[in-house]
């Protein structure tokens, strides 16, 4: 299994641009989630889904869009990239809460963005 | 805001030494999570523990748990160079409907061969 795959690894954006970065998981998970993981600020949960469908706001959800049409994949997007934007973001999945092992995250490898 | 914060934020050691790092948390857990981050990858999962625990074992990993003092420790015995990572401790809260987990700043690392 692959597991959760994060897309594009790398990416260099100007300021004002737009992007997708894509997740995708395997495991059949109802969770997934988008953390930005900044130096002396661990990571931060930006947005979340606990479902097809379905998103909602984590700490720092501003400029950021998500979209989770389907069940095994998670689109955050940046409309109007800035510089305060440029860090690593994360995708992660996990089961529904309740279910042995609920919140237990499985990450991917990260995807770094450098807004110039 | 952080929920969890370890402590110490870096650690150096070396080989075959044992590593203890420290957790502490604000409000009321159902469970804490320790991760480990190897440079430039994605975070592992570890071990949990939940509330009612007081510790736990996998490997050469052993897990404290001490709610009274909203606080959790990871020792890593007979450590490795391979060990050499950054650590973090995430919680997930006591409340209603979706539990949201939590990171610290993390611990990070080195252990020397």
């Known amino acids: 299994n692959a597991g959760v795959t994060q897309t594009p690894k790398f990416r260099v954006l100007k300021t004002g641009q737009s992007m997708t970065l894509l997740c995708a998981q395997d495991m059949n998970h109802e969770y997934m989630y988008w953390y930005r993981q900044d130096p002396g600020m661990g990571l931060r949960l930006i947005h979340y889904?606990?479902?097809?469908?379905?998103?909602a706001k984590g700490e720092v959800p501003d400029g950021y869009n998500v979209s989770r049409l389907k069940k095994q994949n998670f689109l955050l997007g940046l409309e109007s990239a800035a510089p305060s934007q440029t860090s690593v973001y994360f995708c992660?999945?996990?089961?529904?809460?309740?279910?042995?092992?609920?919140?237990?995250?499985?990450f991917g490898a990260g995807s770094r963005l450098t807004v110039l | 805001s952080q929920q969890g914060e370890e402590d110490p934020q870096a650690l150096s050691i070396q080989e075959g030494e044992n590593a203890t790092m420290n957790c502490s948390y604000k409000?009321?857990?159902?469970?804490l999570q320790w991760y480990r981050q190897n440079s430039g990858r994605g975070l592992v999962h570890l071990i949990l523990?939940?509330?009612?625990?007081r510790e736990k074992h996998s490997g050469r990993l052993r897990v404290t748990l001490d709610t009274s003092k909203k606080s959790s420790s990871l020792l890593i015995t007979a450590s490795r160079a391979a060990d050499t990572a950054s650590y973090f401790c995430a919680t997930v809260p006591y409340s209603g409907g979706y539990q949201k987990v939590t990171f610290g700043i993390g611990t990070k690392l080195q252990v020397i061969p």
């Open positions: 523990i939940r509330s009612n625990e």
């Open positions: 992660a999945s996990s089961l529904r809460q309740g279910a042995y092992g609920a919140n237990v995250l499985t």
């Open positions: 409000t009321s857990i159902n469970n």
């Open positions: 889904s606990v479902g097809e469908g379905t998103t």
